[in-house]
């Protein structure tokens, strides 16, 4: 069973964000102010306005307390009017002002997170989650706080009148309150339930959009539908259950509420028939029992939106209260110098010096991936990374980015271990071409631009050049300014990868890394990668990551990992030339060659 977080800190971490609008909020003040007032008053004019009309037949008197009550009751609507536009504008400012926080915490969330995230979830907490916030701060929350002035005003004027006939009315009070609180708690739960459905439905759609060519290929569409429909009928009941018990809070109140004004209509009755009380005093508290319990009813009809609302804050503050990438900086954390343009090092700037010094790392405790690795990459130099998947070598570039921390040992750029130095200039001094690139929806300028944002047309269209992009960018319908799809869709694999490599150059960090770039490609589109690669890899130090041997024969250096080892360092001729195992992958790969080509 899942239980909820304490609704008052939900509430109290809200109140936050909505005390930020204080202009709005004084609006929101003041309205309310007018409609408990009228709330207060105008029961009392209506029983003002019976007592002389039954003693001395005075209509002249009665019509002027008609004027009055009708100038109250339009002012009334108007600080109504002014209530809710207010609230609506306070909801849209808080929404907003959540979700950019929550979109900036993600963007601080250590990649470790995004491991065990659902994405789908991420982005329901993200869209739906912050909307039924947004849905729960705005009317209900300015109906609670002039429901609560009501209350108090209320029960003040009976007070003054007759302290019988309040206690009369208060009579059903401990009911109300009894009921409101038990069900608040069953709601809250159930709602926080059907949130957790919601968002593990949107990451099952999420994964399966994604994944729809081998759902395709495999033709699984039947399982998928079953496996959907599950988890659909699962958030229908949750749904159906949270809406059952919330659905209970109105039909209650409501029987309450008419108990409550029978038995203050026979006891009012009763007192006027023996003269303690007036006629109009008794019809003053008949329209006060109602008014008493309507700021209850007004509560149970926002009651779904409410508790909906607090159990999306919860799974909102839940992301929020995860510890960031950020946290883990120390106070006193080196920044790392700027990146040297390609070029050799100058005072103050970064040369691409890199050292794994004894590294150890494991995703799980106790299971290392890395086991006791040691090289060095001395600024300039190509060093090339070969071995068997799921030896370890796309984990040496996590580590390098700081995506996760060394469990044991120290990685050092430029003498500085990593762990001591900023994020931001650890990050800033690499570029990373992976196997599979990312590119966004965007033209195919700002996709390049988002190497360096400051860059210039001029300067990307160079970039672009460089890679060997320029000549496919061109034939494209408006050239640079051309749309791209999700993730690039609309392009092949090695254009994709072209640009990714522009954007890399357009960066210019000091140090490179190539992460597999040319093992999904054909040949001759492997060809014009590597060209480009050629291009970007001048000047700079260069950890090459490689499937094909044939890429990477031109290194400074080659290490051959194995389970996490480095087994074997030298030249391609060194390493032939020793007969191991770098020699019996690369004898393979030609076998497999020249059997492809005959």
Same mark, same amino acid.
């Given at each position: 069973?899942?239980?909820?977080?304490?609704?008052?800190?939900?509430? @109290?971490? #809200?109140?936050?964000? $909505?005390?930020?609008?204080?202009? %709005?909020? &004084? !609006?929101?003040? /003041? *309205?309310?102010? +007018?409609?408990?007032?009228?709330?207060?008053?105008?029961?009392?004019?209506?029983?003002?306005?019976?007592?002389?009309?039954?003693?001395?037949?005075?209509? @002249?008197? #009665?019509?002027?307390? $008609?004027?009055?009550?009708?100038? %109250?009751? &339009? !002012?009334?609507? /108007? *600080?109504?009017? +002014?209530?809710?536009?207010?609230?609506?504008?306070?909801?849209?400012?808080?929404?907003?002002?959540?979700?950019?926080?929550?979109?900036?915490?993600?963007?601080?969330?250590?990649?470790?997170?995004?491991?065990?995230?659902?994405?789908?979830?991420?982005?329901?907490?993200? *869209?739906?989650? +912050?909307?039924?916030?947004?849905?729960?701060?705005?009317?209900?929350?300015?109906?609670?706080?002039?429901?609560?002035?009501?209350?108090?005003?209320?029960?003040?004027?009976?007070?003054?009148?007759?302290?019988?006939?309040?206690?009369?009315?208060?009579?059903?009070?401990?009911?109300?309150?009894?009921?409101?609180?038990?069900?608040?708690?069953?709601?809250?739960?159930?709602?926080?339930?059907?949130?957790?459905?919601?968002?593990?439905?949107?990451?099952?759609?999420?994964?399966?959009?994604?994944?729809?060519?081998?759902?395709?290929?495999?033709?699984?569409?039947?399982?998928?539908?079953?496996?959907?429909?599950?988890?659909?009928?699962?958030?229908?009941?949750?749904?159906?259950?949270?809406?059952?018990?919330?659905?209970?809070?109105?039909?209650?109140?409501?029987?309450?509420?008419?108990?409550?004004?029978?038995?203050?209509?026979?006891?009012?009755?009763?007192?006027?028939?023996?003269?303690?009380?007036?006629?109009?005093?008794?019809?003053?508290?008949?329209?006060?029992?109602?008014?008493?319990?309507?700021?209850?009813?007004?509560?149970?009809?926002?009651?779904?939106?409410?508790?909906?609302?607090?159990?999306?804050?919860?799974?909102?503050?839940?992301?929020?209260?995860?510890?960031?990438?950020?946290?883990?900086?120390?106070?006193?954390?080196?920044?790392?110098?700027?990146?040297?343009?390609?070029?050799?090092?100058?005072?103050?700037?970064?040369?691409?010096?890199?050292?794994?010094?004894?590294?150890?790392?494991?995703?799980?405790?106790?299971?290392?991936?890395?086991?006791?690795?040691?090289?060095?990459?001395?600024?300039?130099?190509?060093?090339?990374?070969?071995?068997?998947?799921?030896?370890?070598?796309?984990?040496?570039?996590?580590?390098?980015?700081?995506?996760?921390?060394?469990?044991?040992?120290?990685?050092?750029?430029?003498?500085?271990?990593?762990?001591?130095?900023?994020?931001?200039?650890?990050?800033?001094?690499?570029?990373?071409?992976?196997?599979?690139?990312?590119?966004?929806?965007?033209?195919?300028?700002?996709?390049?631009?988002?190497?360096?944002?400051?860059?210039?047309?001029?300067?990307?269209?160079?970039?672009?050049?460089?890679?060997?992009?320029?000549?496919?960018?061109?034939?494209?319908?408006?050239?640079?300014?051309?749309?791209?799809?999700?993730?690039?869709?609309?392009?092949?694999?090695?254009?994709?990868?072209?640009?990714?490599?522009?954007?890399?150059?357009?960066?210019?960090?000091?140090?490179?890394?190539?992460?597999?770039?040319?093992?999904?490609?054909?040949?001759?589109?492997?060809?014009?990668?590597?060209?480009?690669?050629?291009?970007?890899?001048?000047?700079?130090?260069?950890?090459?990551?490689?499937?094909?041997?044939?890429?990477?024969?031109?290194?400074?250096?080659?290490?051959?990992?194995?389970?996490?080892?480095?087994?074997?360092?030298?030249?391609?001729?060194?390493?032939?030339?020793?007969?191991?195992?770098?020699?019996?992958?690369?004898?393979?790969?030609?076998?497999?060659?020249?059997?492809?080509?005959?």
């Amino acid at each position: 069973m899942v239980k909820p977080k304490n609704a008052r800190e939900a509430l @109290a971490r #809200l109140a936050h964000y $909505i005390k930020q609008q204080r202009l %709005l909020l &004084g !609006l929101v003040f /003041a *309205a309310t102010l +007018v409609i408990s007032t009228v709330a207060v008053i105008a029961p009392r004019l209506v029983g003002q306005a019976i007592d002389p009309v039954i003693a001395t037949g005075d209509f @002249a008197a #009665l019509g002027r307390l $008609i004027v009055i009550l009708a100038g %109250l009751y &339009g !002012l009334n609507s /108007a *600080a109504s009017w +002014v209530q809710q536009t207010c609230m609506t504008v306070v909801s849209n400012r808080t929404t907003r002002q959540l979700r950019h926080d929550l979109f900036a915490k993600i963007q601080q969330l250590p990649l470790p997170y995004f491991d065990g995230a659902a994405q789908g979830d991420l982005m329901s907490r993200l *869209a739906n989650d +912050v909307d039924t916030v947004g849905l729960a701060t705005g009317q209900p929350t300015a109906q609670l706080f002039s429901s609560s002035l009501s209350i108090v005003g209320i029960l003040a004027m009976m007070l003054s009148l007759n302290v019988k006939m309040t206690l009369v009315v208060l009579s059903m009070v401990p009911v109300t309150l009894f009921v409101a609180l038990n069900v608040a708690g069953w709601s809250r739960r159930h709602f926080r339930r059907r949130q957790e459905a919601l968002g593990e439905l949107n990451g099952y759609i999420e994964e399966l959009v994604g994944g729809i060519r081998v759902v395709k290929a495999f033709t699984r569409e039947d399982d998928v539908r079953a496996s959907f429909a599950r988890r659909n009928r699962a958030l229908r009941d949750t749904a159906y259950r949270s809406e059952l018990v919330t659905g209970m809070f109105m039909p209650i109140t409501h029987l309450i509420d008419n108990l409550g004004f029978t038995v203050v209509a026979l006891a009012g009755g009763l007192m006027a028939a023996r003269g303690s009380i007036s006629v109009g005093m008794a019809a003053t508290f008949i329209i006060y029992s109602r008014q008493f319990m309507q700021p209850v009813k007004e509560i149970s009809n926002q009651w779904n939106t409410v508790q909906s609302g607090l159990s999306g804050a919860e799974r909102v503050f839940e992301i929020m209260d995860s510890p960031s990438e950020e946290d883990a900086e120390a106070a006193a954390a080196i920044s790392l110098p700027a990146a040297a343009n390609g070029a050799a090092a100058t005072a103050g700037r970064l040369a691409g010096h890199v050292v794994f010094d004894h590294v150890t790392f494991g995703y799980i405790p106790d299971t290392p991936v890395l086991k006791d690795v040691s090289f060095e990459a001395l600024p300039g130099q190509t060093v090339a990374i070969v071995g068997a998947t799921g030896s370890g070598k796309t984990t040496l570039i996590s580590l390098l980015a700081r995506f996760y921390p060394v469990q044991s040992g120290r990685i050092l750029i430029d003498g500085v271990d990593i762990a001591h130095a900023t994020l931001k200039s650890v990050r800033g001094s690499l570029g990373i071409v992976l196997q599979d690139s990312h590119l966004f929806s965007d033209t195919v300028r700002e996709n390049i631009r988002f190497g360096r944002l400051d860059a210039t047309d001029a300067e990307i269209e160079h970039a672009a050049r460089l890679a060997h992009a320029d000549p496919f960018i061109r034939r494209m319908a408006k050239g640079y300014d051309s749309q791209l799809t999700a993730d690039g869709r609309n392009l092949s694999q090695g254009q994709r990868q072209l640009l990714s490599i522009a954007r890399a150059i357009l960066a210019d960090p000091a140090i490179l890394v190539l992460d597999e770039a040319t093992s999904n490609v054909d040949t001759q589109t492997e060809v014009a990668i590597q060209a480009a690669m050629l291009q970007l890899m001048k000047g700079r130090t260069s950890i090459v990551i490689a499937h094909r041997l044939s890429t990477i024969q031109g290194a400074d250096k080659i290490i051959v990992i194995d389970d996490g080892r480095i087994i074997e360092t030298g030249t391609h001729r060194e390493l032939l030339a020793a007969g191991g195992h770098y020699a019996a992958i690369y004898e393979s790969q030609l076998i497999s060659s020249d059997s492809e080509a005959s």
